[in-house]
């Protein structure tokens, strides 16, 4: 038998791998189920599919990423489905086995048209699409007519859709997604339905964005997770991008979606830094502040992110004295900072924060030179942290009249007839300056005096401070107008080399560890931590406490 050769040619070539999708179009919702935080407006079209009265136009607005177009693809296939056997009708939840509900996911139904109105906004494109209207769907119970980006469209195409729109054949549907709906004309949403799709809460774009990491097989810290959430501004399709971007910067050797990482990606500031900066604001830390901001720059932190997150930090002090409920996504220390804060701050002062920030904010926007801007809105935040509030101000002006060029109030010569008041006395101690400069609404000069003012000598009006651990630069100045204003009386203020006695705060430390140890020192305490090694000392931990 001859040898027999077949030529069986080249050898089939492998099927091509799948195209990489990207995580917001892999995970677009498929289900009402499925669509996040637009609970009321499932519930209103479950009623209406129930009820068998679905109007024949429906306009869908909101901001960007909420799921218009999502939720249009969803009503075309609840109002197409027919269900796994081909006998079912109109219902709230598609089967999504079908062939309407697959070619609709798909994007390949006849009978559901997609128009993006971006670029069919003429007359010509409408007159297109009314003259198509009047003929019956091919194969779908309806036909239906999806238009993105509605407010694109011109004048003389919405007049031209009117007609059609308030009066369509029984077998057509509209669907209108846009994210700007004063843009759209009164008599088009005179003829709609209307929808508006809400912003997705922070807590639940965090929870999906947990499920679709576990879904795509990689790990995410819940910090990561939760700046994630808040950098989207309510939008998953955001979310899911800024998600995709943050697991391909985590790399391949592992480790998972970590939060530094993301805050890096992101230029977010440190939450940690930010808190520190915001006290350095309020201590009157000018150098410190400036150095503290130049880190985060260095960094990468774009100056309006630093403004940004000083602005939440006193909205968040602001809900914490209002007495609102805390985050709990937010870390302990950081709730713990916000009381604290709370406890301390006036509401004037954080409504007077707010505004300095936003203004800063603001110009640094549209600044040359950002982190100049920058660094000039700490300095304004700074000093005119200083300056008496305007309720202080009036009350002084109603006084006395008049203010001086540093913007406080000064008194007008009482008539010659008019008793002389009596002058308060002045205070002669570090705790009685203190109180005064806190009693007159300096809270932040009063803090910077119980941490940084060593005495030489006080003998009012007169003040000698000792320089050995620098003071403010302008902490001088600041002090004599403050004692000026409270007392009435000249003060003097001076600096010297000379070493000077503890501050009010290392004094506070010294009668906390001197109690801390007569305490521990007592013979119950003492015998209780003999017989239990490794047990801890906990409860007040200074006199002050007990008060």
């Not at 077949?6 to 919702?29: Q, T």
């Not at 297109?128 to 003389?156: F, N």
Request: glycine share 8%; net charge negative; charged share 25%.
């Amino acid at each position: 038998m001859d040898d027999m050769s077949f030529d069986l040619g080249e050898p089939p070539a492998p099927p091509p791998a799948e195209a990489y999708r990207v995580l917001a179009r892999k995970y677009r919702p498929q289900s009402f189920d499925a669509l996040i935080g637009q609970d009321a407006m499932v519930q209103t079209l479950g009623n209406a599919v129930r009820r068998d009265r679905l109007a024949h136009a429906f306009l869908l607005t909101g901001v960007r990423g909420v799921g218009k177009t999502s939720t249009a693809r969803l009503i075309a296939k609840a109002l197409n489905c027919i269900g796994p056997d081909g006998q079912g009708g109109a219902t709230i939840d598609p089967c999504g086995v079908c062939e309407p509900c697959r070619a609709i996911a798909e994007g390949r139904h006849i009978d559901v048209i997609e128009i993006d109105a971006a670029s069919n906004n003429g007359v010509d494109s409408v007159r297109e699409m009314t003259e198509a209207v009047r003929y019956a769907a091919v194969s779908a119970r309806y036909k239906i007519y999806i238009i993105d980006e509605v407010h694109m469209m011109s004048k003389p195409a919405f007049n031209a859709l009117l007609k059609t729109l308030e009066e369509p054949p029984a077998h057509v549907k509209f669907l209108m997604a846009t994210t700007e709906v004063d843009k759209v004309p009164i008599t088009v949403l005179s003829r709609c339905q209307r929808f508006d799709l809400r912003r997705i809460p922070a807590e639940k774009l965090a929870a999906h964005f947990a499920h679709v990491v576990k879904a795509e097989g990689f790990e995410a810290e819940p910090e990561a997770l939760a700046l994630i959430a808040r950098a989207a501004e309510g939008s998953a399709r955001d979310g899911l991008s800024i998600l995709d971007q943050a697991i391909a910067h985590a790399g391949i050797e592992g480790g998972g979606v970590r939060a530094d990482a993301v805050r890096e990606m992101l230029g977010l500031s440190d939450r940690g830094a930010m808190r520190a900066l915001f006290a350095l604001l309020l201590a009157g830390e000018s150098a410190e502040a400036l150095a503290a901001l130049r880190r985060q720059y260095d960094l990468g932190v774009d100056p309006q992110a630093v403004l940004r997150a000083l602005m939440e930090t006193t909205h968040g002090i602001t809900l914490a004295k209002v007495g609102t409920a805390t985050d709990m996504a937010q870390p302990v220390e950081e709730r713990e900072a916000l009381a604290e804060w709370a406890s301390r701050l006036s509401f004037p002062v954080l409504h007077r924060l707010w505004q300095l920030l936003l203004k800063g904010h603001e110009e640094v926007g549209r600044a040359a030179m950002p982190i100049e801007a920058c660094e000039m809105a700490l300095l304004r935040v700074i000093h005119a942290s200083q300056l008496p509030d305007p309720g202080e101000l009036a009350r002084q002006i109603r006084e006395g009249g008049g203010a001086d060029d540093a913007g406080q109030a000064k008194s007008a010569p009482a008539p010659a007839s008019a008793p002389v008041a009596e002058a308060p006395a002045l205070p002669t101690t570090l705790e009685a300056i203190r109180d005064t400069l806190a009693g007159t609404g300096r809270h932040a000069l009063s803090e910077a005096w119980r941490n940084h003012a060593r005495p030489v000598r006080i003998a009012p009006p007169e003040l000698e401070l000792s320089n050995a651990r620098p003071l403010p630069s302008d902490f001088a100045r600041e002090l004599m107008d403050a004692l000026k204003q409270a007392t009435g009386a000249r003060w003097r203020v001076t600096i010297s080399d000379a070493p000077g006695a503890a501050s009010l705060r290392e004094v506070e430390l010294a009668d906390d560890e001197a109690f801390e140890r007569s305490v521990r020192e007592s013979p119950i305490v003492a015998a209780t931590l003999a017989a239990f090694p490794g047990s801890e000392l906990v409860g007040p931990k200074n006199r002050r406490s007990l008060a």
